[in-house]
């Protein structure tokens, strides 16, 4: 009796429930608010950070590789994923970063409030070609992939001008393509190398000698890539601050390479003005191409990465002294070694390397770019 009585009681509470009407109020009074009927139409297309491709910042995504697609494509920078990690010398997890990257870069939108610029309405076209194809069983093939996959995007041309690349990686080994695609179209470039590492690390010394594909890794790759007469003997590290494995042949090789070092404790004495001022005052007036390892930060900064080096700058300074780039020519760029694997739960790393994206993003934007 009293179960009956307690099921009629519930059945008309919810009946009751169902059948309210809220009133057709604002929910603040004096607002100007217009309240939504039951029949006014709503839209689902824009204006949301979770619907849709996870494309770089939600800009427009485009099939850069296939042939059928690709030709029609006119486009000013373009956004390549190089999921490779097997070159690494410590952890791996690096093949995941393109995809972190761009989780973090979700509710990237609007006006720079340091510098008033807003990238995603500029004059240049922004698309993202996603991923390059690469195996994950051949490092000579994966790397041979890229190659291919950053010649073909930078084929596109558009307005007289040869597109530029932002790189997401991947270990710091998939920057050897990128800037093999980048001389194609513009000769040697200096590089402006921030990092905690040095990578020109001569392959007898990182990868033992034992074999040329071993030898082609995350730590070699600048020294091979003067090797090739990629880079000019105007490039510089920023943020150096881990160990060398001679202490004097290491060094020596560098500066072969073509490179000054500004070590990460020289922000204590320079200062962000210093820091910046040194940068330009190496690369000059030449054309530039800017690689960022997310290790150059802390690892209080950045966790998730392979290498990770106590003692690095914090995100505000990275970004300070890439926004006082601005003028300098860049004609490509990266930020890779994000090992999402590693990072926290509140996705620190790759929300900082997602805005250390969108500086160079507006590096590029800033300053157009003419072919050589």
Known sequence: MYIYKLFALLGISSAIARDIVFPPVAG?????QIPLGTNDPVEIVTNSQFSGLTTFAH???????????????TYDIAILGAPFDTGVTARPGARYGPGGIRLGSRRLKGWNIYTGE????SWAKLVDCRDAPLTWLDNTVALKQLDLAHKVSLSQLTLSRTPRILSLGGDHTTTL???RSTYEKWGPVSVIHFDSHIDTWDPEVLGGGISHYAGVNHGTFLHIAHEEGLIRNTSVHVGIRAPVIHPKGDLRNDIRCGFEIIKARDL??????????NIKSRVGDSRVYISV???????????????????GFTT???LSILDGL???????ADVVEVAPIYDTTAETTTLAAAEVAHSLLCLMVTNPMKDK
């Open 59 to 73: 800009i427009p995504y485009a099939n850069c590789f296939a042939d059928d697609e690709a030709k029609p494509l």
């Open 293 to 311: 390892d997310i290790d150059v930060l802390d690892p209080a900064y950045a966790p998730a990465t392979g290498t990770a080096e106590p003692g």
């Open 326 to 332: 601005r003028g300098v020519p860049v004609i490509g």
């Open 118 to 121: 807003n990238v995603f309405e």
């Open 268 to 277: 204590d004495r320079f200062g962000i003005d210093g820091v910046i001022e």
């Open 28 to 32: 603040i009074q004096a607002s100007g």
């Open 177 to 179: 393509p990128a800037l």
């Open 316 to 318: 505000r300074e990275l």
